[in-house]
């Protein structure tokens, strides 16, 4: 296969890793391919733009150095682009990429994780869309309404610690605040029901926070959303259920309900969401799935149990 590889850099993702892993991406693949653009913004904006400039020239694959939130960021411009991405992971989280397989932790894994953009298998993956009061937005990893959404926010305002700690010490901080939210939640279209709970999670890929199972079995290619919703808690329940969350084995409690569906809809008083470690949206949230709606790159070994799909020429 020809033509040219773009790059696109967020430096500022995962507290300037960024920088430093799109060093190491475009020397990889300055050493494997002739000609490798590299495209680098300077605001959310400016990174969409850039994006989008991306997109028009057709390249044989976009590699995206940054975080869930950054990929995410420049969805609208590369969703139903037919331009397969190849993410560099350079977050906080990395969730997509756990969930992908995608190397993000060796010190090589910027290195390989570039490489894909040559040797990776494409693979369809779904995309949220979340529309509220405050737009329409579109997430890859978890969209968090309620304590967990809370946590997120007290997460981005946190300078210390790094990585999947900063998150815990977040949770901790909110655990102390915390109140139950009266949710009134609607599946697939169906009547509103009320679900006053602690949080709701709603999951294209398992895991947020930085490796935390909320939705364990979410499928990011089976065109549904897994919904993980816990009951109202206590301090001391919820913290007691914080061990099983790090396994996955929270949703086997009473407490806690799991739901499949293709729409969701929740409301409640001051509702926020969150997703990919960003606030998406505000106020009452219709939350969609759009099946399979974008390729990326991924490790053979990944793309075995799917089906592959074709490049766009």
């Not at 020809?2 to 960024?18: A, D, E, F, K, Q």
């Not at 991406?25 to 400016?46: I, K, M, P, W």
């Not at 981005?156 to 909110?174: D, Q, S």
């Not at 065109?223 to 816990?230: E, I, S």
Request: hydrophobic share 45%; proline share 6%.
């Amino acid at each position: 296969m020809t033509g040219h590889i773009v790059v696109l850099v967020n430096p500022s993702s995962g507290r300037g890793r960024g920088a430093a892993a799109a060093a190491r991406a475009v020397e990889r693949l300055e050493a494997l391919a002739d000609d490798v653009r590299v495209l680098t913004g300077d605001s959310v904006d400016d990174t969409r733009r850039l994006a989008r400039e991306a997109v028009a020239s057709r390249p044989r694959a976009l590699v995206v150095v940054g975080g869930d939130g950054t990929l995410s960021s420049v969805l609208s411009a590369v969703v139903g682009s037919g331009v397969p991405i190849a993410l560099v992971p350079a977050g906080t989280g990395n969730d997509l990429a756990r969930a992908l397989g995608l190397p993000f932790e060796a010190s090589d894994a910027a290195s390989a994780a570039a490489e894909l953009a040559l040797n990776g298998t494409p693979r369809a993956i779904d995309v949220g869309e979340v529309e509220s009061s405050a737009g329409v937005a579109h997430f890859l990893t978890v969209a968090a309404l309620g304590f967990d959404a809370h946590v997120s926010e007290r997460t981005n305002r946190l300078t210390w610690p790094r990585g999947r700690l900063r998150y815990y010490v977040a949770l901790l901080i909110e655990l102390a605040r915390l109140r139950p939210m009266p949710f009134s939640v609607a599946f697939d279209g169906g009547a509103a029901l009320a679900m006053p709970g602690t949080l709701i999670a709603v999951g294209s890929t398992r895991s947020y926070g930085g490796g935390m199972p909320v939705c364990p079995d979410a499928d990011p290619a089976d065109g549904l959303l897994d919904v993980t919703h816990v009951a109202p808690l206590g301090r001391l329940k919820l913290v007691r259920l914080f061990p099983l969350l790090l396994r996955g084995t929270h949703v086997d409690r009473p407490e806690v309900t799991t739901v499949r569906s293709s729409l969701v809809e929740v409301d409640a008083p001051g509702l926020v969401v969150y997703a990919d470690g960003e606030r998406v949206g505000a106020g009452r949230a219709r939350i969609r799935v759009v099946a399979g709606a974008l390729t990326m790159l991924v490790p053979v070994a990944v793309a075995a149990t799917s089906e592959p799909q074709e490049l766009a020429a």
